[in-house]
């Protein structure tokens, strides 16, 4: 059974840092593209970050500010995300293609809530 589990959001002031965790199953991380989405009220999810075979690639949005990262002895994926905005305020889910073309993500957590004040 596929697990993702996110850990790590929370209330930050615009201009500071969260580091966000999702953590899964040794079977699925080690061939999986792994991606963060995030969803905010009223619109829709979209891809934030996304990394495959050492490659990493980020929505315009964030680029510069966020970092996507995985630690594969720990299992482990992360979202450094730096000089958050008010904007960027929303659910913020990881996903997995267990295929790892970054394609069809079949897997999800549950979700984290990020909160940015002004």
């Known amino acids: 059974q596929v697990q993702l589990v996110e850990s790590g959001g929370g209330s930050v002031q615009a201009g500071g840092s969260l580091t966000l965790s999702c953590a899964t199953s040794?079977?699925?991380?080690?061939?999986?593209?792994m991606g963060w989405f995030r969803q905010a009220p009223g619109k829709e999810r979209e891809g934030v970050a996304f990394?495959?075979?050492?490659?990493?690639s980020y929505a315009g949005s964030v680029k510069g500010r966020f970092t996507i990262s995985r630690d594969n002895a720990k299992n482990t994926l992360y979202l450094h995300m730096n000089s958050l905005k008010p904007e960027d305020t929303a659910m913020y889910y990881c996903?997995?293609?267990?295929?790892?073309?970054?394609?069809?993500?079949?897997?999800w957590g549950q979700g984290t809530q990020v909160t940015v004040s002004s």
């Open positions: 040794p079977h699925t991380y080690s061939r999986s593209c």
């Open positions: 996903a997995a293609d267990s295929l790892g073309r970054c394609i069809d993500f079949g897997y």
């Open positions: 990394i495959a075979s050492g490659r990493t």
